[in-house]
């Protein structure tokens, strides 16, 4: 039955309304979105970046300190990251992430109008609608994400404004870029290039496609999908992304097919600042840097942060240098350690010897004040009593031991006895022409011991101070090596240079017969001539040419002793001073940065090496011609492979043996009263290297000087570093002679000296130096 004209009438203007009606809801609803957009970019909704804002992105960037070779030594940071450039991603690490994040990406504005209906249609379960645009603003941009339904959709509202306006401001390479330099992987690796060297150990540049993918797969979350905790998820996920990849066209199914059947492999090195190569060299360079911090300000006024100004420094350091000579610390010291240990297994006062019961109380007390656990109950307003006793309190915790940290119970005193029954060392090599340092070994493990062995501890020097001597009588009296004194025993009387009482020193062995060349005295470190060099020298010149040298003397005695090295000095400062001999007398001071740079590699500090003549060339090379003898019949012998007695009494002790060098070597080593202090310093022309060995305190040594020596404790790892050097022909360490100076008025090619040399040398004792 049909409908009357006025039904018909009604009805047709109810769907007209209705019609009417929803397009005015479906406006009205337009204009409020607009409307809330135009709100949001207008800030109504919380900050929006402002133009210089978006063109200069906030980021913290990290400062990274570069090798002499170009190799990263480690970064100060306050988030890790390192900038890329996009020339340095690689394709596939790029493919990956537009496969798998967003297909569309090289044909949106920002937002991707058909994900993101899709994502509200089916309310995400399909996917999610972010592109990549959308991630880096929310990233650069938007603060922590919050768990408000109506602000989380405020927020988003705010990405897909800042997604548009980032689109318009930079190029798609360029996003890509700064989305992979902001992304936080974990493990403290932010950024692509951090996160290569920290799951792979290799540059971004360098990734192969599988690792290109893991880091790809990380983007979902790199907290869930976290390749150390969950290698079996990450693995999944990507595979996942080598599916997107042939989905995109990126990859063939036989290639996707063979790159899903690879295991995941990593290649984990964690960048803590207590990880890494240099550790102890970085701390000195972070105090270097806020020192030219205060005296450099940025063109505005205001400080660099070393922390997030991405700046470089250029190092003098030589990472395979500095690789070689870690190594050797390591080998040579948990070697030492163990014949340590057993020389102690019967030591009622272990580690500590001659000592009294209140000696070894006040050491222990003077390290529980500076311990971090005493400074932080006193913060809290604990009682000396509390505090005293915490420490006999037993606890779980964590402890350094040469086959890695173990899990152990002790009381935190007991812990004090343990680390001070550990042995350290410090190794310092320089280049005497240029004043680069090129390897800096503080310690044994920084990690655990933080006291730095090269610049920050001072420590006697023995008999590796006689050069010093030597050097001032030559350059004074024009000594030859060929001269002789007497080894009879010489006494310096009251009075005299300031001595309070007559002052005689022993020679090793007690040997005080006949006469002796200034060249074998030196190798033999015969007291007595050393006593009648400064006798003739004088105290206050010696100690001149050692503050020229560069030495700190302001706290040094005026006395004749010092010439048997009872003062303390630090790595640093022998190193530096040795390498003035074999840069022919004049003195350089040592250079550890070459170069800084801001994050646009613009150069703000340029090395100007400072120099001084300290002697002439002709002293300086007969100095060094004297310290050649020490490596040929003296304390450093055993360098040529010829030192053999003993030998099995000395394998527990000795790391490297024989070492075999043919090469010229000028070199001294030292030892310590009561063996506190182990040392050798060693030249080839064109590298200068010493090293020490001792404990934290002094009351910690060997017994005996027959592993208490120089030439036990410290060569050694001389010997070892130097045979890595020598390996490694690119590094071109020198094997030539030392230069010679034209017009040489001073004999140093002694008849008979090698027979004389011979006769001494078959009855050298142990001790071989004081």
């Known amino acids: 039955m049909a409908k009357s004209p006025k039904k018909q009438e009604k009805t047709t203007r109810s769907k007209s309304s209705y019609i009417l009606g929803f397009w005015t809801l479906f406006g009205l609803g337009i204009l409020v979105i607009i409307f809330i957009f135009l709100l949001a970019s207008w800030g109504a909704f919380g900050k929006m970046p402002t133009f210089e804002e978006l ?30 450039r996009y020339d340095d991603l690689p394709d596939h690490l790029v493919e990956a992430l537009v496969a798998t994040e967003d297909e569309r990406f090289y044909k949106h504005a920002g937002i991707d109008p058909k994900g993101t209906l899709r994502a509200a249609i089916f309310l995400g379960t399909r996917g999610g609608a972010s592109t990549i645009t959308q991630q ?3 990233l650069l941009f938007t603060e922590q994400v919050s768990n408000n339904p109506l602000a989380r959709v405020l927020q988003k509202v705010k990405e897909w404004i800042i997604a548009t306006r980032l689109e318009r401001q930079y190029t798609k390479e360029e996003i890509i870029t700064m989305y992979f330099n902001k992304y936080d992987f974990v493990y403290q690796a932010v950024g692509i290039r951090s996160a290569s060297k920290i799951y792979f150990g290799k540059e971004a540049k360098d990734l192969n496609i599988e690792e290109s993918a893991v880091l790809v797969a990380m983007l979902k979350n790199a907290a869930l999908y976290n390749p150390v905790r969950r290698p079996e998820m990450v693995e999944q996920r990507r595979n996942q992304v080598f599916v997107q990849m042939y989905k995109n066209g990126y990859l063939s199914e036989k290639e996707k097919d063979s790159l899903q059947k690879l295991p995941l492999t990593l290649d984990f090195s964690p960048e803590g600042h207590d990880e890494g190569m240099a550790t102890y060299f970085r701390v000195y360079l972070q105090g270097f840097m806020k020192d030219w911090i205060k005296k450099n300000p940025k063109p505005d006024g205001t400080e660099y942060n070393i922390y997030r100004d991405g700046l470089k420094i250029y190092t003098s350091i030589d990472s395979k240098m500095q690789e070689y000579a870690e190594e050797s610390v390591k080998k ?5 350690q163990k014949e340590f240990d057993r020389q102690n297994e019967n030591n009622k006062t272990a580690p500590f010897r001659d000592v009294t019961p209140d000696e070894v109380n006040s050491i222990v007390r003077s390290a529980m004040r500076r311990s971090v656990r005493w400074k932080e109950m006193e913060e809290q307003g604990k009682s000396e009593e509390e505090i005293l006793a915490s420490f006999d309190k037993e606890r779980k915790m964590r402890v350094f031991s040469w086959n890695g940290t173990k899990d152990t119970v002790m009381t935190p005193k007991d812990s004090i006895f343990y680390y ?42 023995g008999s590796t101070f006689k050069p010093f001597v030597y050097a001032t009588a030559i350059d004074q009296l024009k000594l030859s090596p060929c001269d002789t004194l007497p080894l009879n025993p010489f006494t310096i009387e009251a009075g005299k240079y300031g001595n309070v009482k007559d002052w005689s020193p022993r020679n090793v062995g007690d040997n005080y017969e006949g006469m002796i060349s200034l060249k074998n005295a030196l190798a033999q470190s015969v007291n007595t001539v050393t006593a009648r060099l400064i006798d003739k020298t004088g105290p206050g010149p010696v100690v001149d040419l050692a503050t020229k040298l560069g030495v700190d003397t302001r706290d040094f005695s005026t006395g004749p002793a010092i010439a048997l090295g009872t003062e303390d000095m630090s790595l640093f400062e022998m190193v530096s001073a040795y390498s003035t001999f074999a840069n022919e007398g004049v003195y350089i001071k040592p250079v550890m940065v070459n170069r800084i740079e801001d994050k646009n590699g613009t150069m703000l500090y340029q090395n100007v090496p400072e120099t001084r003549d300290v002697l002439s060339k002709e002293a300086a090379y007969v100095t060094v011609n004297l310290l050649e003898g020490v490596t040929q019949y003296g304390s450093g012998v055993r360098l040529r492979g010829t030192y053999a007695k003993d030998l099995d009494h000395y394998k527990r002790g000795v790391t490297g043996y024989p070492y075999d060098f043919k090469n010229p070597i000028a070199g001294k080593t030292g030892t310590t009263q009561n063996q506190s202090d ?7 022309p064109n590298l200068v290297t010493g090293v020490w060995v001792g404990a934290e305190d002094r009351a910690v040594h060997f017994p005996t000087i027959t592993y208490g020596q120089g030439a036990t404790m410290a060569l050694p790892i001389w010997g070892m570093y130097m045979k ?24 140093v090619n002694c008849s008979n000296y090698y027979q004389e040399n011979q006769q001494n040398s078959e009855n050298l004792p142990d001790e071989l130096d004081f």
Request: glycine residues 10%.
């Open 136 to 138: 880096l603003s929310k």
């Open 724 to 747: 890595d050097l020598y390996a490694d022909e690119e590094l071109e360490i020198s094997k030539d002679d030392f230069p010679k100076p034209d017009n040489l008025s001073i004999e």
């Open 420 to 461: 001070k029954g550990f042995l350290q060392a410090g190794l310092m090599s320089m280049t005497p022409q240029t004043g680069e340092v090129k390897a800096w070994v503080g310690g044994t493990n920084f990690k655990h011991f933080k006291y730095d062995h090269v610049k920050q501890g001072k420590r006697q020097v």
């Open 678 to 684: 182990g040392w050798f310093m060693g030249i080839v």
């Open 55 to 84: 063109e200069n992105p906030e980021t913290n960037l990290a400062t990274e300190i570069f090798s002499s070779d170009g190799k990263t030594l480690g970064k100060y940071y306050s988030e890790n990251r390192t900038p890329i």
């Open 332 to 336: 040579h010291i948990s070697h030492l």
